[in-house]
């Protein structure tokens, strides 16, 4: 039970009918989960507006109601003892209403949050892998989960509702978590998830044209404002000083400001990048200078995998830790599905990786010519009721970069395979690109690693972490892990050699 009055304590608002007198048993605004003296709030989502819903959830014993909008009562309901709270933005109610509900968990934590375009999950976990080092216990909300003490919880969104948000908080703070680090889209921001605390420490990374369409940001610029909002919910900013927009970013920032990168204005810069590439093993060496110094090496190939270890080094540096411990965290720190290497042979390198559109594969593709394979061997395929052109760009950059594509079947949901892979073959039909097309992915992966060659670099990419494949409205389990392993006992049935 809540007391009603002290949940609505940092908001503005106006009490149009009823009482705050009393408590409540709990906060929703999923017309599913109302209860008896509940306090229901009205959010005005794409495909439903809560508002239509009120005289329901009144039925369901709704005790306060939460609006932005006008609403039409039934004469049973005017004048009655339900609270009808009017605020400016529910969403924003919401946020501070859950933080109360909760008891301010985000007070009782250092709470770090990432934005940028690429590179949120791998610093949350590198962040967390280092900390953790060092003795912190921290939690984790992020892409790809949720990680509170030893429970890990599947993520629906990047950044949660505001309500899931401070429910994560209070069960860390409740399992003895000192530390939050948390990926901060967007979405998130703009859709006030975020709202109702302070962040510690906010971070940016890098942003790019992407997710720019109607049902997210009507504009580039739009994006970058949505980003920027950080940078005033924030005490301490860490941003990539050599990114193009880094003052759109800034732009009326209320923080203090810390740099990273590999200008020589940062105060934590990188340089002598060195390219590690040893038996089925890909890695970077460089420097850092300015508030730390030293020499660092990441088990992460790449010239952004610098920009992420760097990005933690300086988070981590805010706490304390040395580059030491840094170092030593940073050379265990994994993430599922982000470039994750695949021991299979030493005589090639494997890896999953979760590049799903153009820009992260043309990424991915172009960091591993760098480390001049023999053969660069690229698998992926395209979900299903999805844009064709995503299929389209990513058949062409695969065509362009790779040696070999291997196209297959990905999520395709109520699509038939071959039709999505008829419009991959389009794409790379622009280019000079070898290519092979094989439906199931299993046999997919088992034809990469039969033909695999000395020194090749064979990238599964597109489903990363997840374990599953989706077909006409069902998910099959399907994990690229077990596929490789699957593949490989196969093959040396076969008297295939690693």
Same mark, same amino acid.
């Not at 009205?42 to 909008?69: E, L, P, R, Y």
């Not at 969104?157 to 990926?183: D, L």
């Not at 105060?267 to 890909?282: E, F, R």
């Not at 622009?430 to 690693?449: F, L, N, P, Q, S």
């Given at each position: 039970m809540k007391s009603i009055v002290e949940l609505f304590e940092k908001l503005d608002y106006e009490l149009c009918q009823? &009482?705050?007198?009393? /408590?409540?048993? $709990?906060?929703?605004?999923?017309?599913?989960?109302? /209860?008896?003296?509940?306090?229901?709030?009205?959010?005005?989502?794409?495909?439903?507006?809560? +508002?239509?819903?009120?005289?329901?959830?009144?039925? &369901?014993?709704?005790? @306060?109601?939460?609006?932005?909008?006008?609403?039409?009562?039934?004469?049973?309901?005017?004048?009655?003892?339900?609270?009808?709270?009017?605020?400016?933005?529910?969403?924003?109610?919401?946020?501070?209403?859950?933080?109360?509900?909760?008891?301010? !968990?985000?007070?009782?934590?250092?709470?770090? *949050?990432?934005?940028g375009t690429k590179g949120k999950t791998t610093t949350t976990y590198m962040v967390k892998s280092i900390l953790e080092g060092v003795g912190y216990k921290v939690g984790l909300i992020g892409t790809i989960e949720a990680i509170i003490g030893d429970e890990v919880i599947p993520a629906a969104n990047t950044t949660p509702e505001s309500f899931t948000i401070q429910e994560y908080f209070a069960k860390m703070v409740e399992v003895g978590c000192t530390h939050v680090v948390m990926e901060v889209s967007s979405q998130g921001l703009m859709m006030h998830r975020v709202d109702g605390f302070t962040f510690d420490v906010g971070i940016f990374t890098n942003i790019e044209p992407d997710h720019i369409g109607p049902n997210e940001h009507e504009s580039f610029e739009d994006y970058m404002e949505c980003k920027s909002r950080l940078f005033k919910k924030c005490k301490i900013g860490i941003v990539n000083a050599d990114d193009a927009h880094l003052?759109?970013?800034?732009?009326? +920032?209320?923080?203090?400001?810390? $740099?990273?990168?590999?200008?020589?204005?940062?105060?934590?810069?990188?340089?002598?990048?060195? =390219?590690? +590439?040893? &038996?089925?093993? =890909? *890695?970077?060496?460089?420097?850092?200078?300015?508030? @730390?110094?030293?020499?660092?090496?990441?088990?992460? !190939?790449?010239?952004?995998?610098?920009?992420?270890? =760097?990005?933690?080094?300086?988070?981590? +540096?805010?706490?304390?830790?040395?580059?030491?411990?840094?170092?030593?965290? =940073?050379? $265990?720190?994994?993430?599922? *599905?982000?470039?994750?290497?695949? !021991?299979?042979?030493?005589r090639f390198t494997l890896m999953i990786d979760y590049a799903h559109n153009a820009m992260s594969l043309e990424s991915l593709l172009t960091t591993m010519k760098e480390y001049r394979p023999n053969r660069l061997v690229c698998l992926f395929g395209c979900g299903g009721n999805r844009s064709k052109l995503r299929r389209f760009e990513m058949g062409e950059v695969s065509g362009r970069y790779a040696d070999l594509t291997i196209i297959t079947s990905d999520n395709p949901r109520f699509e038939k395979p071959q039709d999505i892979i008829d419009d991959i073959k389009t794409g790379i039909g622009k280019t000079t690109g070898d290519y092979v097309e094989i439906i199931d992915r299993k046999e997919a992966i088992k034809y990469a690693i039969e033909h695999a060659q000395e020194k090749d670099i064979i990238v599964l990419a597109g489903k990363g972490h997840e374990d599953y494949q989706e077909i006409e409205g069902k998910k099959y389990p399907m994990d690229e892990r077990v596929l490789v392993a699957e593949a490989v006992e196969e093959l040396k049935a076969q008297g295939w050699e690693a």
């Amino acid at each position: 039970m809540k007391s009603i009055v002290e949940l609505f304590e940092k908001l503005d608002y106006e009490l149009c009918q009823g &009482s705050l007198d009393g /408590e409540i048993t $709990s906060l929703t605004s999923d017309t599913r989960k109302v /209860e008896k003296d509940c306090l229901f709030i009205c959010i005005k989502g794409t495909a439903f507006d809560g +508002h239509t819903a009120v005289n329901d959830v009144i039925a &369901s014993g709704a005790k @306060v109601v939460v609006i932005q909008d006008e609403i039409s009562l039934d004469d049973k309901y005017q004048d009655s003892d339900v609270a009808i709270v009017k605020v400016n933005n529910t969403r924003v109610a919401q946020a501070y209403l859950s933080a109360a509900y909760f008891d301010y !968990p985000a007070d009782k934590l250092q709470v770090i *949050g990432i934005t940028g375009t690429k590179g949120k999950t791998t610093t949350t976990y590198m962040v967390k892998s280092i900390l953790e080092g060092v003795g912190y216990k921290v939690g984790l909300i992020g892409t790809i989960e949720a990680i509170i003490g030893d429970e890990v919880i599947p993520a629906a969104n990047t950044t949660p509702e505001s309500f899931t948000i401070q429910e994560y908080f209070a069960k860390m703070v409740e399992v003895g978590c000192t530390h939050v680090v948390m990926e901060v889209s967007s979405q998130g921001l703009m859709m006030h998830r975020v709202d109702g605390f302070t962040f510690d420490v906010g971070i940016f990374t890098n942003i790019e044209p992407d997710h720019i369409g109607p049902n997210e940001h009507e504009s580039f610029e739009d994006y970058m404002e949505c980003k920027s909002r950080l940078f005033k919910k924030c005490k301490i900013g860490i941003v990539n000083a050599d990114d193009a927009h880094l003052e759109n970013i800034i732009d009326g +920032h209320t923080c203090k400001l810390m $740099s990273y990168g590999f200008s020589q204005d940062a105060d934590i810069k990188a340089d002598n990048v060195t =390219l590690v +590439h040893k &038996s089925g093993y =890909l *890695g970077v060496q460089y420097d850092v200078s300015g508030l @730390v110094n030293g020499e660092v090496e990441v088990d992460v !190939p790449g010239k952004f995998s610098v920009y992420n270890s =760097l990005t933690a080094i300086a988070i981590c +540096h805010y706490y304390n830790v040395s580059l030491e411990d840094m170092a030593d965290a =940073l050379k $265990s720190a994994k993430v599922k *599905g982000r470039i994750e290497m695949v !021991p299979v042979s030493s005589r090639f390198t494997l890896m999953i990786d979760y590049a799903h559109n153009a820009m992260s594969l043309e990424s991915l593709l172009t960091t591993m010519k760098e480390y001049r394979p023999n053969r660069l061997v690229c698998l992926f395929g395209c979900g299903g009721n999805r844009s064709k052109l995503r299929r389209f760009e990513m058949g062409e950059v695969s065509g362009r970069y790779a040696d070999l594509t291997i196209i297959t079947s990905d999520n395709p949901r109520f699509e038939k395979p071959q039709d999505i892979i008829d419009d991959i073959k389009t794409g790379i039909g622009k280019t000079t690109g070898d290519y092979v097309e094989i439906i199931d992915r299993k046999e997919a992966i088992k034809y990469a690693i039969e033909h695999a060659q000395e020194k090749d670099i064979i990238v599964l990419a597109g489903k990363g972490h997840e374990d599953y494949q989706e077909i006409e409205g069902k998910k099959y389990p399907m994990d690229e892990r077990v596929l490789v392993a699957e593949a490989v006992e196969e093959l040396k049935a076969q008297g295939w050699e690693a």
